[in-house]
């Protein structure tokens, strides 16, 4: 089988938006080897699922990912992306539209996340991915200056 554009960029480094590309299609495919590949092999790297604890190492994080990937993939497409980038970071906030079935069928659940790449020897890969308690309702954006901080 061919390799997509996709999975040559993360196996070759790509841009951020390349890995973040990359990430996504290997949610929907449930591709564990292809989302691995988008990860930085370093010790600190860390992931949130929504509602989860940190965890911590790309062991963790595969783990995880093999646990839930054995329900079948994740039908998880960005919506609408923020990105800060620089040199050699990346900061994505990701509004995630995710289908989740139901007992009424197939619905969209909204997840807010944010994504952290960084310029490896390997090329841009993802150090971070924090997720947020899922919606059913697609979240508003705040434009005002918060009152109050946390």
């Not at 089988?1 to 949610?27: C, V």
């Not at 929907?28 to 292809?34: N, P, T, W």
């Not at 989740?100 to 020897?121: D, Q, S």
């Amino acid at each position: 089988m061919p390799k997509s554009p996709l999975r040559t960029a993360a196996a070759i480094g790509g841009t951020a938006d390349d890995i973040e590309a990359a990430f996504y299609e290997a949610l929907q495919r449930g591709d564990i080897d292809a989302l691995m590949a988008c990860w930085a092999d370093e010790d600190e790297v860390f992931c949130v699922h929504p509602g989860g604890p940190r965890l911590v190492g790309t062991a963790a994080i595969r783990s995880a990912f093999e646990q839930m990937f054995g329900n079948g993939a994740i039908h998880a497409t960005p919506a609408h992306v923020r990105k800060i980038d620089s040199i050699a970071s990346a900061v994505h906030n990701v509004l995630e539209r995710i289908e989740v079935l139901t007992v009424e069928g197939p619905r969209h659940a909204f997840v807010l996340a944010t994504n952290v790449y960084h310029k490896t020897a390997q090329g841009w890969r993802m150090v971070a991915h924090h997720a947020s308690p899922g919606s059913a309702r697609e979240p508003d954006e705040a434009n005002e200056l918060p009152q109050m901080l946390h």
